[in-house]
C-alpha cells in the first residue's frame, strides 16, 4: 500500500493477555518507530529501528514490551501480561531514515487501540 | 533526558483569531519537524527547519527556526475550522555523539476553533 499500514485497528483484551500488533512501513522506508498516545496526551517514544536492528529500546515501559523487525519491513510489538495501565494508542511511523544531516519526515499509520479490560 | 518543551498546551481561539505554538530546546537542534494530529487521526508531517532564522510559508501557517536553532514556532493566520487539531514539535537527539533518526516529540498543543 501506500501508506503504513497497522493492524488491528482496534483490540480489547482481558488484563494478563499477550497481544501482538503489528506494522507495515512504506516499502523503501528503514526506519521504523513505534509510539505509543494515551488520549489527549503526546507521543511517547517506544523503540526504533533501523533496518532490522533496534538501536534505541530505550522507551519500552518494561520487559513485558518487545518489539521485532524482520527483512528490513514488517515489526511486531508485543506486550505480555497486559495490564491496564497500556490501554493507549500504539503508533507506527516510517521513514527513509537519516540522511546526511537532515532528517526525514516519519509517516504514521492509523494507530492500534488497545483497551485492556 | 533530552526534550522540548511546547507551549501552550491548549489555545481555544474565534474563528478568524491567529494562533502561535511555541518550542524550546536548552540544546541546539539540527533540525525541528511540525505534525498536525487531526481529532481521531494520526500525526501528519507539515515542515521541517533546518538552517538558523529559517522561515516557512505554507499559505495561512508561517513556521520560524530561531537563530540560535534552539526555538521554533508555528503561526497560524486567521483561524479555519479546519485547523482543529493537536500540532506537534519534534526535533532529533543525539545520542553519544552518534546521530541516528530518532525523534523526540514536544507535547503538542491543542488547539480548538469557536466557529
Known amino acids: 500500500g501506500a501508506g503504513v499500514s497497522q493492524s488491528p485497528s482496534n483490540k480489547v483484551t482481558e488484563k494478563g493477555k499477550d497481544v501482538e500488533l503489528r506494522c507495515d512501513p512504506i516499502?523503501?522506508?528503514?526506519?521504523l518507530y513505534w509510539y505509543r498516545q494515551s488520549l489527549g496526551q503526546g507521543l511517547e517514544f517506544l523503540i526504533y529501528?533501523?533496518?532490522?536492528?533496534?538501536?534505541?529500546k530505550s522507551g519500552l515501559p518494561s520487559d513485558r514490551f518487545s518489539a521485532e523487525r524482520t527483512g528490513g519491513s514488517v515489526s511486531t510489538l508485543t506486550i505480555q501480561r497486559t495490564q491496564q495501565e497500556d490501554s493507549a494508542v500504539y503508533l507506527c511511523?516510517?521513514?527513509?531514515?537519516?540522511?546526511?544531516?537532515?532528517?526525514?519526515?516519519?509517516?504514521f499509520g492509523d494507530g492500534t487501540r488497545l483497551s485492556i479490560l | 533526558g533530552q526534550q522540548v518543551m511546547q507551549i501552550p498546551q491548549y489555545q481555544h481561539v474565534q474563528e478568524g483569531e491567529d494562533f502561535t505554538t511555541y518550542c524550546n530546546s536548552s540544546?541546539?537542534?539540527?533540525?525541528i519537524q511540525w505534525y498536525k494530529q487531526r481529532p481521531g487521526g494520526h500525526p501528519v508531517f507539515l515542515i521541517q527547519l533546518v538552517k538558523s532564522g529559517e522561515v516557512k510559508k505554507q499559505k495561512r501557517l508561517t513556521f520560524q527556526f530561531g537563530e540560535a536553532k534552539k526555538n521554533s514556532s508555528l503561526h497560524i493566520t486567521a483561524t479555519q475550522t479546519t485547523d482543529v487539531g493537536t500540532y506537534f514539535c519534534?526535533?532529533?537527539?543525539?545520542?553519544?555523539?552518534?546521530?541516528?533518526?530518532?525523534?523526540?516529540f514536544g507535547q503538542g498543543t491543542i488547539l480548538t476553533v469557536h466557529p
Open positions: 529501528f533501523q533496518g532490522n536492528s533496534a538501536p534505541d
Open positions: 519534534a526535533a532529533p537527539f543525539n545520542a553519544g555523539g552518534t546521530s541516528y533518526g530518532k525523534l523526540t
Open positions: 540544546t541546539t537542534l539540527s533540525n
Open positions: 516499502s523503501g522506508h528503514t526506519a
Open positions: 511511523a516510517s521513514s527513509l531514515g537519516r540522511i546526511l544531516y537532515s532528517n526525514q519526515p516519519q509517516h
